[in-house]
């Protein structure tokens, strides 16, 4: 009986033992990976720390393809670590910040709500009733415009009456859904995106083939749409004149010339002096806030960091947002 009782501790004493070298070896592989996560986090802050640096030196008057920072997708050998970075000017989208949701808005600010109506019609949505959505989302009182939804049409959810904090918010809306319309075209042609960057960054919608509401609307973006830098699909909705001929000889313009102001614009095919004027309601030269991406697809354990950066002046850079996952 003894010597069975002693088998017995001594069974227990070795499952016990491997118990505890599994766990221990658990704990020591999650730590490696804790370990690994920090520094690929410490390298992409480096990254995101280049970005600010180019956004720095650069001019801030006009921006376009032309810039330090539009290096469009690069892949990168960065501290040890491969990684892709991207950075992109908000402004290059839609402002929804611009799109005027009180009575007592500007009356100038209406063009911007007639240009966002076009681009949703064309991006599959009913255009009119999608912004009104987005209008009664955003403004403070309970009324419903024409079309419009308030607290009634969403029984699961609390309609914001405020500001978006980000564009995967407007799926949630009533009329709206995912853009039916390719990714835009990268801002400096000879610099096409990487294949695989999209997939990093799209993660299961890379190979869908169509484009998400971040591609064509900001909003974070503080001022009109840059026309050194907007997508062919954005510059189409600005005005009801601006055709795709027009959109052409602009985008073929910019390739060769920088835009600094209506007397620019107004030197390419199609656009006379009034559309010159009527864009200057909505579109601009310059922007303000920029996104930075770093993906640190080394040593098994990959980062995606996503900043927010807004230039007040060419020395202060402000982060006004960031996320790392």
């Not at 609307?217 to 050194?228: F, I, R």
Request: negative net charge; contains cysteine.
């Amino acid at each position: 009986m003894v010597i069975l009782l002693v088998l017995g501790m001594l069974l227990l004493l070795i499952v016990f033992g491997i118990q505890l070298g599994e766990a221990a070896s658990t704990l020591h592989r999650l730590e490696d990976r804790v370990r690994l996560r920090e520094v690929n986090y410490q390298v992409a802050r480096s990254a995101v720390e280049l970005a600010i640096e180019l956004l720095k030196v650069d001019e801030i008057d006009v921006d376009s393809a032309r810039d330090p920072w539009a290096l469009g997708s690069q892949r990168l050998r960065w501290e040890g670590r491969d990684l892709f970075l991207e950075i992109r000017d908000e402004e290059s989208r839609f402002p929804l910040n611009l799109l005027p949701v009180e009575k007592d808005a500007e009356p100038d600010l209406e063009y911007f709500a007639k240009s966002l109506e076009r681009l949703l019609t064309k991006a599959g949505l009913g255009g009119a009733p999608a912004v009104a959505s987005l209008q009664d989302w955003m403004d403070l009182d309970d009324d419903v415009r024409s079309s419009g939804a308030e607290q009634g049409s969403y029984p699961q959810l609390v309609v914001k009456n405020g500001p978006l904090d980000n564009v995967d918010e407007l799926n949630q809306l009533r009329g709206w859904g995912p853009p039916q319309l390719a990714p835009p075209a990268p801002l400096d042609p000879a610099s096409p995106r990487l294949e695989e960057y999209k997939t990093v960054l799209r993660g299961s919608d890379s190979n869908s083939g169509l484009s998400n509401w971040g591609d064509f609307v900001s909003a974070y973006a503080l001022g009109k749409v840059n026309a050194n830098t907007a997508p062919k699909e954005v510059l189409g909705c600005l005005d009801q004149a601006m055709s795709d001929s027009v959109v052409t000889e602009l985008i073929a313009y910019r390739s060769r010339n920088v835009l600094h102001n209506q007397e620019d614009l107004k030197k390419i095919p199609g656009i006379d002096q009034d559309l010159a004027f009527r864009l200057g309601k909505v579109m601009g030269y310059a922007s303000q806030v920029f996104r930075v991406r770093v993906v640190v697809t080394s040593q098994e354990v990959p980062l995606e960091v996503e900043a927010m950066l807004e230039r007040k002046s060419q020395e202060e850079i402000v982060v006004r947002y960031w996320r790392a996952r």
